[in-house]
């Protein structure tokens, strides 16, 4: 049976690398004002670094982060529907492109954004496919360094693919709004996944309902670990069907 772990940035001393990385996705979904739940939110963890939106004759639209009323929001996601995968996740919030800003320091195999985004150095990424990893996908990115020979890092596109069980998110929780699709909770403290939503072939990937939470099969692991990976924790979490 296939073990799961929940990933997350080492920031301990002995293998944290220093660098920081101040940065964003080149395009973005609005927000969005809900008539019928009321709210006015956006999400974080959906993102698609490897979608170009430049041949867009609307791509402007997606350039400023502001909610938008619902049928504003729907349009503009249509918009970018035919260039995602066809199984993608769309709520307000979802981030596109290369990932733009600046980075500062020392940076080793692995980076980290916000304790969100993984980046890799083109090496890690090819030794890990050589591994066996299933369904890695870099993207370029568009940071600035000050140093004169930075390195090269790519981002690893996560896609939302599996889903918190329903036992570890509080039955008091309304279901998520039937229009926009907001389903408010906080991370629980067991998390548990469910089994029946996890995907085959892809060793990488987030939470769907929860998409800052990035999880990591077995296979990942120990092959970042057989590639000497730091920066990465695991937390084991269980799958129930």
């Known amino acids: 049976m296939t073990r799961f772990f929940w990933l997350g940035e080492d920031t301990s001393s002995a293998t944290h690398s220093g660098g920081t990385i101040d940065a964003w996705h080149k395009w973005g979904l609005p927000g969005v004002h809900c008539p019928t739940c009321g709210a006015t939110w956006s999400d974080v ?9 430049s041949r867009l004759p609307e791509r402007a639209l997606f350039e400023r982060p502001r909610p938008e009323p619902f049928s504003e929001f729907a349009r503009l996601r ?3 529907r035919p260039l995602v995968p066809p199984h993608a996740v769309l709520p307000p919030g979802t981030g596109f492109g290369p990932l733009m800003g600046k980075a500062t320091g020392r940076f080793g195999p692995t980076a980290w954004v916000e304790q969100l985004l993984l980046l890799v150095q083109p090496g890690v990424l090819s030794r890990l496919q ?6 890695l996908v870099g ?10 020979s930075p390195p090269e890092l790519l981002e690893l596109q996560m896609e939302p693919l599996g889903r918190l069980h329903p036992d570890c998110i509080p039955s008091e929780v309304p279901p998520p709004c039937e229009t926009c699709g907001r389903h408010g909770f906080s991370r629980p403290e067991a998390p548990i996944l469910d089994a029946a939503s996890l995907p085959s072939g892809v060793d990488l990937f987030r939470v769907g309902n929860f998409a800052t939470m990035v999880i990591g099969t077995e296979r990942f692991m120990e092959a970042a670990r057989r590639q000497q990976l ?4 695991y937390r084991e979490v269980p799958a129930r069907t």
Request: charged content about 30%; glycine content about 12%.
């Open 139 to 148: 993207c370029r990115t568009e940071l600035t360094f000050r140093q004169k």
């Open 230 to 233: 730091d920066g990465i924790t």
């Open 130 to 135: 050589a591994d066996g990893v299933e369904g």
């Open 78 to 80: 249509e918009l970018v």
């Open 45 to 53: 963890g959906y993102d698609y670094p490897c979608v170009d939106l």
